[in-house]
């Protein structure tokens, strides 16, 4: 598993509430992504960090924020959880520009 | 948009080499070849990448043809554990996204 625990691993919020899930890595790698999986999407990229408070976009970063204030740690928010986020929810993390990336073991999260 | 073009679905007989195609005939040349399979509802697991030669580790080979368009990835001896969603990925060496298209869904028959 490359040293990534996500937490929480499920979680049921209701709509509007915030939300905050974690990406833990023990590895000390630069580069952390999440992304969300959903039926007939597969894979899409939120957002990802490049280093600590270096953040960008991903292709679906609309109702997302992202943290990383230290290294091991990327944070990604739902400030106002709304159904459409309703998903599975994975971190990933690349040792390298020119490496492959680990993943976590996803979040699912359903937004009632 | 994902840069590659694989079949939807496969089925292979236990015991043998299942040949995974993946056309990416518009690659770069500082892109690299990612496969990584999905289990169930598990997170990706990185299989195998190239640039241009061909590769082999313990899980599978992965040979690319000369013209770096299109891609074979086996999984020299098929096992039920190996049922999966298998995906093809081109991806440049400079911190880029992997960007995942719907990959083959891989059925190994006992």
């Known amino acids: 598993d490359a040293g990534i625990t996500q937490s929480p691993r499920h979680k049921v919020t209701e709509t509007g509430t915030p939300v905050t899930l974690r990406c833990h890595q023990t590895?000390?790698?630069?580069?952390m992504y999440w992304y969300r999986q959903d039926p007939g999407h597969g894979l899409r990229l939120i957002h990802y960090s490049y280093g600590v408070k270096d953040t960008d976009k991903g292709e679906v970063s609309d109702g997302y924020s992202v943290s990383r204030s230290k290294t091991e740690d990327f944070l990604l928010t739902l400030e106002s959880a709304t159904s459409s986020q309703t998903s599975v929810y994975f971190c990933?993390?690349?040792?390298?520009?020119?490496?492959?990336?680990?993943f976590g073991q996803g979040t699912r999260l359903t937004v009632v | 948009d994902a840069k590659t073009t694989q079949p939807t679905s496969m089925d292979c007989a236990e015991g043998r080499a299942a040949n995974l195609p993946c056309n990416h005939s518009?690659?770069?040349?500082?892109?690299?070849v990612y496969w990584y399979r999905q289990i169930h509802s598990q997170g990706p697991q990185y299989i195998i990448h190239g640039l241009k030669n061909n590769e082999t580790n313990e899980m599978a080979s992965l040979i690319i043809t000369e013209d770096r368009k299109s891609s074979t990835l086996i999984l020299p001896h098929a096992t039920l554990r190996d049922t999966a969603v298998y995906y093809c990925i081109v991806r440049a060496n400079y911190g880029q996204n992997f960007v995942f298209g719907p990959g083959t869904r891989l059925s190994v028959l006992p």
């Open positions: 990933a993390i690349t040792t390298g520009m020119n490496t492959e990336a680990f």
């Open positions: 518009t690659i770069s040349g500082n892109e690299y």
């Open positions: 590895e000390n790698h630069r580069y």
